[in-house]
């Protein structure tokens, strides 16, 4: 029942949402207030544990293990879940004409199914003074939510506003630990993102005339008596254009033909 697609839509969401985080920096300043240091800090999809196993680590030339260094940021997909009230009518569709050899095709998509990702940014530092420039870094762009456009389906150009909301923000600080255990800064905020999944692209010719036929004889021998035809106007517009349609009606009971736009009803 189900064939291969792949619209790279959550991947495209979560590198999206990596950079808004990858370009943070921290400043180290000296007595007098003036700058003596500045470390943009490391950016990855990971998990946190990850990161806390790394931390403990000790130099060894066998294996090559070797602690991170600190500050570092993490962030990894906590969650999928369907959002039932963004529900949008699934017979729409979204539409693109290309041209190819054997003429117009249109392809087209239907309306996304909604979704919300839920994303966990992990901040690592060894002091307070740098935990917290990043955090302010961060907090004050979400109000609770900060707004991103994704270029969903490039093909059709389909482009979509996704607000990211900012759940919480958890912070832990492992200061109480042994002589030998590194101590640690870490903040933990979780972010929903309000996002769209497309499903498979068809593809179809472009309709270029509607034609209806229409009949009152109810005696079980029905025949054709007026014919509607629209066509866009001029013939030669595409799907993406939109100049007008003509409309021309034709009587089969007395012969005449004429367009209800431009003739009169006599």
Same mark, same amino acid.
């Given at each position: ?14 590198? !999206?949402? +990596?950079? /808004?985080?990858?370009?943070? @920096? =921290? ?7 003036? %700058? ?91 002091? !307070?003074? +740098?935990? /917290?420039?990043?955090?302010? @870094? =961060? ?7 900060? %707004? ?119």
């Amino acid at each position: 029942m189900f064939g291969y697609f792949y619209n790279e839509s959550m991947r495209r969401m979560t590198i !999206a949402f +990596g950079q /808004l985080f990858n370009n943070i @920096q =921290i400043k180290r300043k000296d007595s007098s207030g003036s %700058t003596i240091q500045s470390i943009r800090v490391p950016l990855a999809y990971a998990p946190k544990e990850k990161f806390l196993t790394r931390l403990d680590q000790q130099p060894d030339l066998d294996n090559r293990e070797f602690a991170i260094t600190l500050p570092r940021m993490s962030f990894e997909i906590a969650s999928i879940e369907y959002d039932a009230s963004r529900k949008l009518n699934r017979i729409q569709k979204f539409k693109s004409v290309k041209t190819t050899a054997d003429g117009k095709i249109l392809d087209y998509n239907y309306m996304p199914v909604p979704y919300n990702i839920s994303y966990t940014l992990n901040v690592f530092t060894a002091t !307070a003074e +740098g935990g /917290l420039q990043i955090i302010e @870094q =961060i907090l004050p762009y979400f109000q609770p939510d900060y %707004t991103v456009t994704i270029n969903a389906i490039p093909n059709l150009d389909i482009k979509r506003d996704v607000p990211i909301i900012l759940n919480s923000v958890n912070y832990e600080d492992s200061y109480s630990g042994d002589y030998t255990t590194r101590r640690a800064v870490i903040y933990t905020l979780t972010f929903t993102a309000k996002t769209y999944l497309f499903g498979p692209a068809s593809t179809q010719k472009v309709v270029k005339t509607v034609q209806t036929d229409l009949h009152t004889n109810t005696t079980g021998d029905e025949s054709r008596e007026v014919r509607i035809e629209i066509t866009p106007n001029p013939t030669t517009a595409d799907a993406d254009d939109d100049f007008g349609f003509t409309t021309t009606i034709t009587d089969f009971n007395d012969g005449k033909t004429y367009n209800p736009t431009t003739d009169s009803d006599e």
